[in-house]
């Protein structure tokens, strides 16, 4: 309505949140419980791992820790010998895209690897395939074979790391992907519509959405789950 319209026209901010009904089905429901329980027991342990090591504890760093401890404290980008990482710089490294966002890369954890600020700089708007082809590849295989040894990083992670169509890969991405790119779909209506920007350095008023992350918390706090699913265990 023109009332609603010169309401959002005034304030800075508007804020989505995209509900998926019935998107999956029973198995695919444990698949997805499983997947929240296992996220819950890397973030327990990232806290924990920041706390003993007296770092603050917010988001990114929650986040540095957990990609740390999944590539077992190795930069990933990195071929030489001094490819560790050490827990007590965590803050000095970088949580990079994989696949770029502007080419369709999501936020997902899948997509994030934590690496130096040179590496990160380096590998600017590419993908580590098209990125060590074209400034380092005397270096592939060594990378390829570094990449491999960490079994903790799963196979779509591993998948994006390796491959040469990466971006291709990450778009395929079914599910909370699909929920990716309704999300930026809604942005440009609501952008056009109601002449917010579309989240650009100087744009004074947002667009925003909650994750699935948000919902999940709420879901388990008020013990939703066996409402949205009776026939799990």
Do not use: C, M
Not at 39 to 60: C, F, G, R, T
Not at 153 to 179: F, M
């Amino acid at each position: 309505s023109s009332l609603f319209l010169r309401y959002l026209t005034r304030n800075s901010k508007i804020i989505f949140e995209i509900a998926r009904e019935d998107f999956i089905g029973k198995d695919r429901a444990k698949e997805y419980i499983s997947l929240q329980n296992a996220n819950k027991k890397e973030i327990e342990l990232a806290v924990k791992k920041l706390e003993d090591a007296d770092i603050k504890i917010n988001q990114q760093n929650i986040l540095r820790a957990r990609l740390f401890l999944q590539q077992d404290g190795k930069d990933l980008y990195d071929v030489s010998e001094n490819r560790n990482l050490s827990f007590q710089n965590l803050e000095q490294y970088e949580i990079d895209h994989i696949v770029p966002t502007t080419r369709g890369g999501s936020d997902s954890f899948s997509n994030f690897a934590l690496t130096k600020l040179k590496n990160n700089q380096d590998k600017e708007n590419l993908t580590p395939y098209e990125w060590f082809h074209k400034k380092n590849s005397d270096n592939w295989n060594e990378y390829i074979k570094n990449i491999e040894t960490i079994k903790s990083l799963g196979k779509h992670k591993t998948e994006l790391l390796i491959s040469d169509d990466a971006v291709k890969l990450e778009n395929k991405r079914t599910d909370l992907h699909a929920t990716s790119q309704i999300e930026k779909l809604a942005q440009q209506i609501a952008s056009l519509y109601f002449g917010f920007g579309l989240n650009t350095k100087d744009d004074k008023r947002k667009i925003l959405f909650f994750t699935g992350g948000n919902t999940a918390d709420v879901r388990k706090g008020l013990d939703l789950n066996q409402i949205l699913f009776p026939n799990l265990s």
